[in-house]
């Protein structure tokens, strides 16, 4: 159970992170310190079902969602071609 209170703002920033492929839970825990659990839970909640449900067999096993399980030449947490992020407002390519 989640115990932290998150603004609105935070809230989406951590849905974000969470639906990016090569954003390891890890991250999320570093700048949010909930854990990978605690994450889930958060998506469950402030997800639809069916969205949730489609992120959740997506991320399932996914090495770059785990750190553990990622190649050590990754040492980053957003991938290279990815735009600065500024209050969850992601620029257009």
């Known amino acids: 159970m989640i115990t932290t209170v998150f603004n609105e703002i935070q809230i989406d920033r951590i849905i ?6 090569r954003t390891p839970f890890e991250a999320i ?3 949010f310190g909930i854990s ?6 958060l ?3 402030e997800m639809k079902l069916t969205s949730f449900k ?3 067999k997506r991320v399932q096993g996914r090495a770059t969602k785990h750190a ?3 190649s ?3 040492d980053r947490f957003k991938c290279t ?6 209050h969850n407002k992601i620029s257009k390519r």
């Open 16 to 21: 974000e992170m969470a639906w990016e492929d």
């Open 29 to 31: 825990t570093f700048q």
């Open 36 to 41: 990978e659990k605690e994450t889930i839970e």
């Open 43 to 45: 998506m469950r909640r």
């Open 54 to 56: 489609m992120w959740r």
């Open 68 to 70: 553990k399980l990622r």
């Open 72 to 74: 050590t030449t990754i």
């Open 81 to 86: 071609l990815q735009r600065q992020i500024t």
